[in-house]
């Protein structure tokens, strides 16, 4: 025994049509709004990335540092405007007039002496500058790149969220092309005469 959907009457499993109002039980589940949206549902089920989940959970922190003194505020800037200096050419080549002005010594000095001039006083003044311009150079090249991911993902998190908007928005309008196509069947069924009604006339 079933019951019908439209005046919820007892009917018999097989019948097609219902004894009390007469209505279509043929196709009336097919077309049940609900059961139209759960199918419509289940086609696709967005899984957002665990990233998201844990970042709505925890929030950002801020960084926290505590709050330095007169004298641990100097060391820092003193320390940064040193960093800045040693780490340029000009500085580079001043080191280099540096130590050219004791090659003269190092040279009579013979070999061995010349070898400890290149390695000691050379290499360590000169190329410490060189190599701090090399690393503030890639470290500039590295900001920038970071710089362009970021935008890039920012881009590409815009365009996910038009994609997003646009089938969402699609979704809409076929549920209600759907509901209203729900709505038609429904209102045909119930127009439709029960077989064995027809020609047939009060006495």
């Given at each position: 025994?079933?019951?019908?959907?439209?005046?919820?009457?007892?009917?018999?499993?097989?019948?097609?049509?219902?004894?009390?109002?007469?209505?279509?039980?043929?196709?009336?589940?097919?077309?049940?709004?609900?059961?139209?949206?759960?199918a419509?549902?289940?086609?696709?089920?967005?899984?957002?990335?665990?990233?998201?989940?844990?970042?709505?959970?925890?929030?950002?922190?801020?960084?926290?540092?505590?709050?330095?003194?007169?004298?641990?505020?100097?060391?820092?800037?003193?320390?940064?405007?040193?960093?800045?200096?040693?780490?340029?050419?000009?500085?580079a080549?001043?080191?280099?007039?540096?130590?050219?002005?004791?090659?003269?010594?190092?040279?009579?000095?013979?070999?061995?002496?010349?070898?400890?001039?290149?390695?000691?006083?050379?290499?360590?003044?000169?190329?410490?500058?060189?190599?701090?311009?090399?690393?503030?150079?890639?470290?500039?090249?590295t900001?920038?790149?970071?710089?362009?991911?970021?935008?890039?993902?920012?881009?590409?998190?815009?365009?996910?969220?038009?994609?997003?908007?646009h089938?969402?928005?699609?979704?809409?309008?076929?549920?209600?092309?759907?509901?209203?196509?729900?709505?038609?069947?429904?209102?045909?069924?119930?127009?439709?005469?029960?077989?064995?009604?027809?020609?047939?006339?009060?006495?």
């Amino acid at each position: 025994m079933t019951a019908c959907p439209k005046c919820h009457a007892t009917t018999a499993a097989d019948a097609r049509f219902c004894a009390a109002c007469g209505a279509n039980l043929a196709e009336p589940r097919a077309h049940d709004p609900h059961r139209v949206q759960h199918a419509i549902s289940s086609i696709f089920a967005h899984i957002p990335h665990p990233h998201i989940r844990r970042r709505k959970e925890i929030a950002p922190q801020p960084l926290k540092t505590g709050t330095p003194g007169p004298i641990a505020r100097f060391n820092t800037f003193l320390g940064l405007k040193i960093t800045e200096g040693v780490g340029t050419m000009w500085c580079a080549y001043a080191f280099a007039a540096l130590a050219l002005v004791s090659l003269p010594e190092a040279i009579h000095g013979g070999t061995a002496t010349l070898i400890q001039w290149i390695a000691q006083t050379f290499i360590q003044l000169v190329l410490l500058s060189i190599i701090m311009v090399g690393q503030k150079i890639a470290g500039e090249a590295t900001d920038k790149r970071a710089i362009d991911t970021y935008n890039d993902a920012e881009a590409v998190l815009h365009e996910a969220l038009q994609i997003q908007a646009h089938l969402a928005a699609q979704d809409a309008f076929l549920q209600r092309l759907v509901n209203e196509l729900c709505e038609r069947n429904a209102a045909a069924a119930a127009a439709k005469t029960p077989p064995g009604t027809s020609g047939m006339h009060p006495a």
